[in-house]
């Protein structure tokens, strides 16, 4: 048979499921999630039990850690020594522990994550209330398996004299589960045990009178009593964490911020950094200082503040943007039989005094063999010492040990055991004093015998044993609860003003994309002109809005996307520099461009609506409310259909009328109010039916039959027409025409296409570029005032073959549109 032949043949997939199950298995049973009875993974059982079984006690020297990963990775745990430390430190590290169940002596770390040193140099012993934990374990009262090797046994689990998953809490992640369980109050713990073993009918309401919420060893502020609720009751559920702060007054008026208390697991170097950094970033006005005080006095972090500076605005800033406030999510996963089970907090109760009766039961069964042994003994003892004269005699007549047992049995019906007791007693115990004495201890160890059965007998005994022995430890090792309940979750509201300093600024944006922030006093010391602008060579201004920092712009692009920028986050520049493109300042994908910039101060603004209008005739209208967000990336503003995009976005109050003008030199003018407001990702109604090779170049707000619209063909005839003479039509037509294009071999042309169009109720500047890179201007009086239907006159003097691309109004600040 060759050596192929002997190999059978198998599926991946079953192979590999095989695998990944018992590795599963395996990591879930046996490394990171606890017992629900001793709340506890392997690894950390294993360190305890081997400092136990090495004399590394409370009542004993320290010894160096590495003695104990030795002792732990040689008999228990075949694993890195690395994780066997790691599990020693974090039960040595008080800010991590609801108790420590290690007492630790050098560097064990610190609160700003700094790494405990190396388990050569460091020393440790159990804590003692880790003695509780294994209290009675030589009693029989746990099982015991096999090490990995076969050559030692190690504890299934350990007694736990205390619910030790709910004290110290627990946090894993195996494969398929995790665990998230916070620390509580020993004395809150232990209260409800008790009085769920007086009432095991128990209900969640009654029990969170007991145990109020978690307790962390870092103290702070828990809010949310409802997740606190649903947690208890299904083993998930989502809380917060504040920080313990005050406000202080320094002298000068000035403020400071004091930091006391800081939330469960959060680093305090790395949240005094993020502190730091908005300062630097000045991300809020009015810090001045961030220092960290904390010594041996305990935790104390001071964010010194300016000069009326506004500190709740500023805690709150810091409360919501770090981790002086974080969330905690509870997953209360715990190994019950040999299985993961999310549990509430009467399950856990319920599984820890099942454990306790187990434990207590076979403790009282080997304390009742060992003083039933040790009655049968004394019993054996007290009947000789009656007999004295006669036993000694028998014993002397025997030929040896063996014998003088025999006869002492078949002679006066002693058992072997007592047999066995009274030929090794001593002969100072023959005095009147060592008689009255055993007698005495007969009597007691009979006493002693009818307690231990009544103990078996009876679970209400039972039970008060367990409550006597957990009430002792509740009152030797109980502390007053460390962290704040607070019922409702404070949401916290961060006014503008306390990030930025309220101030008028110019914003532009060039046509090639530049965008800055000016401060109204470099405008004025440049000179106050519009041209001094800094741009790039062959760039323009094209938007230039006067805004308040504390304001926000809405940037719509061609593709029916927006952004919501505040002001204060375009960087700032000098009026003669040129800014900076903006891709750097919101995420502006490449095949995309912004076609329209509205300045917004309330978005919340109830009449406002936003109107939208696309190259194809589609308009839509939406509330200005709609566009509330808080993402800086992209957000969908409208819904644009495949070859179309959009031209126009502008703010309305939905008085006013509506006028689109398409290339081909056709123009509708309709009610704005024809136009139904929709949802914000809609795609609008038809404004104006176009022909196939026809499209809008323009759309604009018009009213009172007041004012003239201006029209310009792509070599830069122009004509003004009075708005009186467009009717007021419905939406959706094809509309009325707005100029005439000259045909005909002789006659010179005055262009093929309308490139766009501006309703003029006063005299206008209006800029127009070219393809060649020119840059032109015009006013708007110098274009004639003709019929709808007429030819135009040459405003711009275009080049032959040159054809204008787009045009814009030049504008200083006073005349640009605002929604206040």
């Known amino acids: 048979m060759s050596i192929l032949e002997q190999f059978l043949p198998a599926f991946l997939e079953e192979v590999v499921g095989d695998r990944f199950g018992r590795y599963s298995k395996y990591i879930i049973q046996d490394r990171a999630i606890p017992d629900v009875r001793d709340g506890l993974k392997p690894v950390q059982r294993r360190i305890l039990y081997a400092m136990y079984d090495a004399g590394n006690t409370p009542d004993k020297p320290y010894r160096k850690s590495a003695k104990t990963v030795g002792d732990v990775m040689g008999n228990y745990h075949p694993h890195g020594d690395s994780s066997i430390y790691e599990g020693m430190v974090r039960m040595a590290q008080p800010w991590k522990m609801g108790i420590p169940l290690i007492d630790g002596h050098g560097n064990?770390?610190?609160?700003?994550?700094?790494?405990?040193?190396?388990?050569?140099?460091?020393?440790?012993?159990?804590?003692?209330?880790?003695?509780?934990?294994?209290r009675d374990i030589d009693k029989r009262t746990v099982q015991f398996k096999d090490n990995f090797d076969g050559t030692t046994k190690e504890p299934v689990v350990l007694p736990s004299r205390y619910p030790n998953l709910l004290v110290n809490g627990v946090s894993g992640i195996s494969s398929g589960f995790a665990t998230e369980i916070p620390p509580h109050s020993l004395r809150e713990v232990i209260d409800a045990c008790i009085a769920y073993m007086n009432k095991p009918e128990i209900e969640l309401p009654e029990l969170m009178g007991i145990i109020k919420g978690p307790d962390f060893p870092t103290g702070g502020l828990i809010m949310g009593?409802?997740?606190?609720?649903?947690?208890?009751?299904?083993?998930?559920?989502?809380?917060?964490?504040?920080?313990?702060?005050?406000?202080?007054?320094?002298?000068?008026?000035?403020?400071?911020?004091?930091?006391?208390?800081?939330?469960?697991?959060?680093?305090?170097?790395?949240?005094?950094?993020?502190?730091?950094?908005?300062?630097?970033?000045?991300?809020?006005?009015?810090?001045?200082?961030?220092?960290?005080?904390?010594?041996?006095?305990?935790?104390?972090?001071?964010?010194?503040?300016?000069?009326?500076?506004?500190?709740?605005?500023?805690?709150?800033?810091?409360?919501?943007?770090?981790?002086?406030?974080?969330?905690?999510n509870f997953n209360m996963v715990a190994i019950v039989n040999k299985a993961p089970q999310q549990l509430g907090l009467k399950p856990m109760l319920s599984a820890y005094v099942e454990h306790q009766k187990e434990v207590v039961t076979h403790r009282t069964k080997y304390e009742l063999e060992k003083a039933e042994d040790r009655a049968h003994v004394v019993e054996g003892l007290v009947k000789a010492l009656n007999i004295l004269d006669e036993v000694i005699a028998t014993i002397k007549a025997s030929k040896n040990r063996g014998d003088a047992q025999d006869n002492l049995i078949a002679k006066y019906g002693f058992t072997e055991r007592q047999a066995d007791a009274i030929l090794t007693l001593q002969l100072y115990r023959l005095t009147n004093l060592e008689i009255t004495s055993l007698e005495k201890e007969l009597k007691e160890a009979q006493k002693r015998i009818a307690y231990l059965r009544s103990i078996l007998e009876s679970e209400k005994k039972l039970l008060g044993v367990i409550k006597d022995e957990l009430t002792e430890i509740r009152d030797k090792y109980g502390i007053d609860r460390r962290s704040d309940i607070q019922g409702e979750v404070e949401e916290l509201k961060v006014n503008l003003e306390v990030l930025v300093t309220p101030e008028d600024v110019l914003v532009t944006l060039s046509q090639d994309g530049y965008m800055k922030r000016t401060s109204m006093l470099s405008f004025t010391r440049s000179g106050g002109e519009l041209d001094s602008a800094g741009v790039k060579e062959g760039d323009v201004i094209r938007e230039l809005l006067q805004v308040n920092t504390i304001d926000n712009l809405l940037l719509f692009t061609r593709k029916g996307q927006y952004y919501l920028l505040p002001v204060h986050q375009i960087p700032e520049f000098k009026w003669k520099d040129t800014g900076t493109a903006i891709v750097n300042i919101v995420p502006l994908p490449k095949d995309d461009a912004i076609i329209s910039v509205i300045p917004i101060k309330d978005i919340q603004q109830p009449e406002l609506s936003l109107v939208f209008v696309t190259r194809r005739g589609q308009v839509k209208r939406?509330?200005?409310?709609?566009?509330?967000?808080?993402?800086?990336?992209?957000?969908?503003?409208?819904?644009?259909?495949?070859?179309?995009?959009?031209?126009?976005?502008?703010?309305?109050?939905?008085?006013?009328?509506?006028?689109?003008?398409?290339?081909?030199?056709?123009?509708?003018?309709?009610?704005?109010?024809?136009v139904n407001p929709m949802g914000r990702v809609a795609s609008g109604v038809r404004g104006m039916q176009l022909k196939e090779d026809d499209e809008l170049i323009a759309a604009m707000w018009v009213a009172d039959d007041e004012g003239e619209v201006l029209v310009m063909s792509e070599i830069g005839y122009a004509k003004r027409t009075l708005l009186l003479d467009y009717p007021i039509q419905g939406r959706g037509g094809r509309g009325v025409q707005t100029f005439e294009f000259k045909e005909?071999?002789?006659?010179?042309?005055?262009?093929e296409r309308l490139v766009s169009a501006y309703y003029c109720t006063q005299p206008i500047e209006i800029v127009a570029l070219t393809s060649s890179g020119s840059k032109l201007a015009a006013e708007s009086e110098k274009a004639p005032i003709e019929e709808r239907k007429s030819v135009g006159k040459g405003l711009f003097p275009v080049e032959k073959n040159d054809v204008i691309t787009t045009t814009f109004i030049r504008s200083m600040p006073e005349l640009n549109q605002k929604a206040d």
């Open 108 to 134: 064990w770390g610190s609160q700003d994550d700094d790494p405990a040193a190396a388990m050569r140099y460091t020393e440790a012993r159990l804590s003692k209330i880790a003695m509780e934990l294994l």
């Open 225 to 328: 009593e409802e997740g606190i609720r649903e947690a208890y009751s299904t083993g998930k559920g989502r809380i917060y964490i504040r920080s313990k702060t005050a406000i202080e007054d320094l002298r000068g008026g000035k403020q400071q911020i004091v930091i006391t208390e800081i939330p469960y697991q959060v680093v305090k170097s790395r949240l005094v950094t993020a502190m730091e950094n908005i300062r630097l970033e000045k991300k809020v006005e009015g810090i001045a200082e961030v220092r960290d005080e904390s010594g041996r006095n305990g935790l104390r972090i001071v964010v010194e503040l300016k000069k009326d500076a506004d500190a709740s605005g500023i805690l709150a800033y810091l409360l919501k943007k770090t981790d002086l406030q974080v969330t905690y």
């Open 622 to 674: 939406t509330e200005l409310k709609e566009y509330a967000t808080t993402r800086s990336t992209a957000v969908a503003a409208c819904k644009v259909a495949d070859g179309d995009e959009v031209i126009h976005v502008a703010v309305s109050d939905g008085s006013k009328q509506l006028m689109l003008v398409s290339k081909n030199g056709l123009s509708i003018r309709f009610q704005e109010s024809d």
């Open 744 to 751: 005909g071999k002789r006659v010179r042309s005055n262009g």
